[in-house]
T-cell receptor, first 111, second 116 residues
Framework: QQPVQSPQAVILREGEDAVINCSSS?????VHWYRQKHGEAPVFLMI?????EQKGHEKISASFNEKKQQSSLYLTASQLSYSGTYFC????????????FGQGTTLQVKP | EAGVVQSPRYKIIEKKQPVAFWCNPISGHNTLYWYLQNLGQGPELLIR????????DSQLPKDRFSAERLKGVDSTLKIQPAELGDSAVYLCASSLGLAESYNEQFFGPGTRLTVL
């Protein structure tokens, strides 16, 4: 079942902060975050695993609430290069779970 | 290190024509994915290969879509015949590990298909 992302779109000024949320109706093993710029390939940002392990980007932080089946991506002191569409992908309750992507959140950072 | 290579980048065809997309994953990556991405949506998995074996093709419309990954390296996705609704970006991705739940995926630039 597809995870739900919110908000759908956000516009920021440089230096402002943003939070993108991802929620699922099913128990999760992992949450993945990718960023895609217009006309380009999605680029890996981070994986958060059940139990607290994280793999990924040093400058971007995220949280994973296993009980609520939710994850949030925190973009602090945003830069122009942060602009793009952010996708979360969620995998079910085992390490063999299938990754399903959300519909995306478009972030635009203005000077 | 070379990334995932896809060709062509753009393809325009008329409906009912066949079309094929090619993907060369990152060297050494065992797992290869084909995704479909509609405008304003996230990628949707069509098929996943572990080496040369298709381990998940449940979302592949098998009446018109086919795929192969001979020798467990590069892969081809084919549509025959194409329909108007097939217009989308077709993304290929690869990963080093076998479990998609905890392995980073590397995406190619995609092929943008337009069916007229």
């Amino acid at each position: 079942q597809q995870p739900v992302q919110s908000p759908q779109a956000v516009i920021l000024r440089e230096g402002e902060d943003a939070v993108i949320n991802c929620s699922s109706s099913k128990a999760l093993y992992s949450v993945h975050w990718y960023r895609q710029k217009h006309g380009e390939a999605p680029v890996f940002l981070m994986i958060l695993l059940k139990g607290g392990e994280q793999k990924g980007h040093e400058k971007i932080s995220a949280s994973f609430n296993e009980k609520k089946q939710q994850s949030s991506l925190y973009l602090t002191a945003s830069q122009l290069s942060y602009s793009g569409t952010y996708f979360c992908g969620t995998a079910g309750s085992s390490n063999t779970g299938k990754l399903i992507f959300g519909q995306g959140t478009t972030l635009q950072v203005k000077p | 290190e070379a990334g995932v290579v896809q060709s062509p980048r753009y393809k325009i065809i008329e409906k009912k024509q066949p079309v094929a997309f090619w993907c060369n994953p990152i060297s050494g990556h065992n797992t290869l994915y084909w995704y479909l991405q509609n405008l304003g949506q996230g990628p949707e998995l069509l098929i996943r290969y572990e080496n040369e074996e298709a381990v998940d093709d449940s979302q592949l419309p098998k009446d018109r879509f086919s795929a192969e990954r001979l020798k467990g390296v590069d892969s081809t996705l084919k549509i025959q015949p194409a329909e108007l609704g097939d217009s989308a970006v077709y993304l290929c991705a690869s990963s080093l590990g076998l479990a998609e739940s905890y392995n980073e995926q590397f995406f190619g630039p995609g092929t943008r298909l337009t069916v007229l």
